[in-house]
């Protein structure tokens, strides 16, 4: 096990309106060593504050979050993120962006070299993101998290904005990236279908307060077939739940907006 | 190399997706000097209908264009403005916005980034610069003199004060507003907070930085008047304006009013816009809404 939520609440408050949002109220995740877990449900439903906790990034207000047995007090290079929307440095080139995070300092250009092959774009290395597209930038991203050498990887929606076509060609890339590295794998989507094709579990969230729901194993190897009678039935299962659950309906805007807080 | 309409056709008829053709770059050259020059013109056009207005309603000598540029043209060939000529005047001038604008932005910069960067001191310490920037420049006046009394010293210290504030405001804003994913990134690297100000915070806030050292030149400059009332010897642009309304030489005062307008208008124009866009260029943000 590589890092745990343990009874976990966490409140936002705005002091000047009065309100208060239960993002999360008494959840317990854990995440296994080497498995590539899928977090999905609808907006609001606490998948992104759930992927902050893990990163340290916000602290919880009741409960703890361990990782390898140690309470986690911020933000680690053990813990790598790829965010949703561009986080490339635009005044950095491709290779200086993953230089910055890579750790020690010994040969940087070499080994920001060997991960922007990974990820297919060593040719890039001199231009400035901006000149990229979006599906390029989220795979320099990658390569920049993976040069953090992380042991966990912790991914928010990262293809959220891209097109259908992008998006699946970077999911089966992120999957063979998974199988050929071993890392431990933590993915946010609300994408159900991406959720099925990726993950060795399946994690639903539901909003109101923002809980753990159900949860899914799928042992079935890749490339998946969503047609496959386990994947329609799992699906099924995903969005009659979806449906029931209040998150369908969406909390009050105004609500939502305090998770960003 | 083909021009944009042939290329487009070409381009169509061949069915190729990307093409390119020869730059208009200077036909936009052109265009924008145009848009200058007309711009220019509107201002002249409205002022010559203004002073024709007076001069025929109020019996005013209200100066004209003609008889303003006229005495231009003498004050730069040599003729002297309270013993001085016009080129001495504006190098005083030019040397106290030097210094007061020097003194603004080591103060500014400095203060700008400490707020920008430290959110408790900021919600003190933003209060004072707001109500500097709200002292309007003339009021400035009994306080240089309470402070330094008649001279040079009063005069750079009104046009520092009123070049402080808007880059002040600007430093700290822009750095406030650096995406909240920048910062999580160098935290998750294991940035230590130099790294973090001098690689993140300070480039991602750089062209608000810009913008705040523009308004604060823009404000010691306009302050000139006001600033040079203090100033106790006969030298200075704005001294000489300031001056006209006891010997009632407007045409002169005019004459000056234009010298400042096109100082003003070089350094905004030519020095900041080049610099914004270099800038905007190392930032890697000019590319943004290209192909």
Redesign the interface.
């Known amino acids: 096990m590589t890092t745990e939520l343990r009874n976990v609440s966490k409140v936002f408050t705005d002091p000047r309106s009065g309100k208060g949002l239960v993002a999360l109220k008494d959840v317990d995740l854990a995440v296994e060593e080497g498995e590539f877990l899928c977090l999905v449900g609808a907006s609001g439903c606490g998948k992104s504050t759930t992927l902050n906790l893990l990163a340290g990034f916000e602290s919880p207000s009741r409960g703890e979050v361990l990782f390898r047995g140690e309470r986690v007090r911020g933000p680690s290079p053990a813990r790598g993120v790829v965010f949703q929307e561009s986080s490339l440095y635009p005044w950095m080139s491709v290779l200086k962006n993953v230089m910055f995070s890579l750790q020690g300092e010994e040969r940087q250009e070499e080994r920001a070299m060997e991960q922007l092959r990974l990820v297919g774009l060593e040719d890039f290395a001199h231009s400035r993101p901006n000149d990229l597209s979006g599906g390029m930038k989220q795979r320099v991203a990658i390569a920049r998290t993976l040069a953090m050498g992380p042991e966990l990887l912790l991914m928010d929606e990262p293809f959220g904005s891209l097109d259908e076509q992008t998006r699946r060609k970077l999911d089966t890339e992120v999957l063979n990236l998974w199988q050929r590295e071993r890392k431990t794998v933590v993915f946010v989507t609300h994408n159900i279908d991406e959720a099925l094709i990726l993950g060795t579990r399946v994690v639903l969230m539901s909003a109101s307060p923002g809980r753990i729901e159900r949860e899914w194993r799928i042992d079935e190897p890749w490339p998946r077939d969503l047609a496959s009678k386990d994947m329609i039935r799992i699906k099924g299962e995903i969005i009659s739940m979806l449906q029931a659950c209040p998150c369908a309906n969406g909390a009050p805007a105004a609500m939502i907006d305090l998770e960003g807080m | 190399m083909e021009g944009r309409e042939e290329a487009t056709r070409a381009a169509l008829e061949e069915g190729r997706a990307q093409f390119t053709f020869r730059s208009e770059r200077g036909r936009l050259l052109v265009r924008g000097v145009g848009n200058a020059a007309l711009g220019i013109l509107l201002v002249v056009a409205l002022w010559w209908a203004v002073a024709e207005a007076m001069i025929y309603i109020r019996g005013v000598s209200f100066p004209t264009p003609p008889e303003t540029i006229a005495v231009l043209w003498e004050l730069l060939r040599g003729a002297g403005i309270n013993g001085a000529s016009i080129y001495a005047h504006t190098s005083a001038s030019l040397e106290r916005w030097g210094k007061g604008y020097l003194i603004a932005l080591v103060i500014g910069l400095s203060f700008g980034m400490a707020l920008g960067t430290l959110p408790r001191l900021y919600e003190v310490g933003m209060i004072p610069v707001y109500v500097f920037q709200m002292i309007p420049g003339l009021a400035w006046i009994p306080i240089a003199m309470l402070l330094f009394g008649l001279g040079e010293t009063g005069t750079v210290f009104i046009i520092a004060m009123t070049a402080l504030s808007p880059i002040i405001i600007n430093t700290a804003g822009g750095i406030r507003e650096v995406?909240t994913?920048?910062t999580?990134?160098?935290?998750?690297?294991?940035k230590d907070d130099s790294a973090m100000f001098f690689?993140?915070l300070l480039?991602?806030a750089s062209l608000s930085i810009i913008n705040g050292m523009r308004i604060g030149l823009a404000n010691g400059w306009r302050v000139l008047i006001a600033a040079e009332m203090v100033v106790g010897v006969a030298l200075g642009l704005g001294f000489s304006i300031y001056m006209s309304r006891y010997d009632l030489d407007f045409t002169t005062a005019f004459a000056c009013i234009m010298v400042i307008c096109a100082i003003g208008l070089t350094i905004e124009k030519l020095f900041f816009v080049s610099l914004e866009n270099r800038v905007r260029h190392?930032?890697?943000?000019d590319?943004?809404d290209q192909l």
């Open positions: 995406p994913v920048f999580r990134v160098a935290r998750m690297s294991g690689s993140v480039p991602a190392r930032l890697g943000l590319r943004e």
